[in-house]
């Protein structure tokens, strides 16, 4: 059974980057139909999809983040990580990671359909806070 | 970015009563991306339901998904004191975006 654990620094001083990795167990991380990412919830309010990898290391950002993000992955080690620069107060939250999959079904003259399944597994998350 | 709108913010329910839960996109979202999550207090969020109506793996059927275009609908048949919680959508967009969420509270 897959499970997904954060592990990282739980406090980082303002303008410093946190780094946070995913220890992935119970299932390979090399099946190109599974997104590795990473979601965010501030205390008190809703969830903020960050980022995501495939193990190839094609990798997708939020816009509103991605001058600060990096994900990748070491499909070797079975874990992903993330790092986020120049933190400030706003960042505190619980990171969570997550294993999403789609997949393809070759359809007449070329094309494909896509499906998307969600985010079917997840980490339990990791509190961050940001404090001098 | 689709913005995702959730309604109501908070409803308050009985045990074995019929909640109905709206999300609304902002623009029209493909059916085999919406989303929902159920997330307990403290918990992580759980998938309830992919491709706006198929269940995931181990969700109880009470459980259901409905909705095309910019409105879709989480609706369970008879709550359950264990469905208390908060339920988010979730469109598969570029960028991902989630709506604010829904809180089902014991009445």
């Known amino acids: 059974q897959l499970q997904l654990q954060e592990s990282g620094p739980r406090l980082v001083k303002p303008s410093e980057t946190l780094s946070l990795t995913c220890i992935v167990s119970g299932d390979s991380m090399s099946s190109s139909n599974y997104q590795w990412g990473w979601i965010r919830q501030p205390p008190g309010k809703g969830l903020e999809w960050i980022a995501f990898?495939?193990?190839?290391?094609?990798?997708y950002y939020n816009p509103s983040l991605k001058s600060r993000v990096t994900i990748s992955v070491d499909p070797s080690k079975n874990q992903f990580s993330l790092k986020l620069t120049s933190v400030t107060a706003a960042d505190r939250a619980v990171y969570y990671c997550?294993?999403?999959?789609?997949?393809?079904?070759?359809?007449?003259?070329?094309?494909?359909?896509?499906?998307?399944?969600?985010?079917?597994?997840w980490g339990q998350g990791t509190t961050v806070t940001v404090s001098s | 970015e689709i913005v995702l709108t959730q309604s109501p913010g908070t409803l308050s329910l009985s045990p074995g009563e019929r909640a109905t839960l709206s999300c609304r996109a902002s623009e029209s979202v493909t059916s085999i991306y919406l989303a929902w999550y159920q997330q307990k207090p403290g918990q992580a969020p759980r998938l309830l339901i992919y491709?706006?109506?198929s269940r995931a793996t181990g969700i109880p059927d009470r459980f259901s998904g409905s909705g095309s275009g910019t409105d879709f609908t989480l609706t369970i048949s008879r709550v359950e004191p264990e469905d208390f919680a908060v339920y988010y959508c979730?469109?598969?967009?570029?960028?991902?975006?989630f709506g604010q969420g829904t809180r089902l509270e014991i009445k």
């Open positions: 990898i495939y193990y190839s290391g094609s990798a």
């Open positions: 491709g706006t109506s």
């Open positions: 997550a294993r999403g999959r789609e997949s393809y079904e070759n359809l007449k003259g070329f094309q494909r359909a896509h499906y998307y399944y969600g985010m079917e597994v």
């Open positions: 979730q469109q598969y967009g570029s960028p991902i975006t």
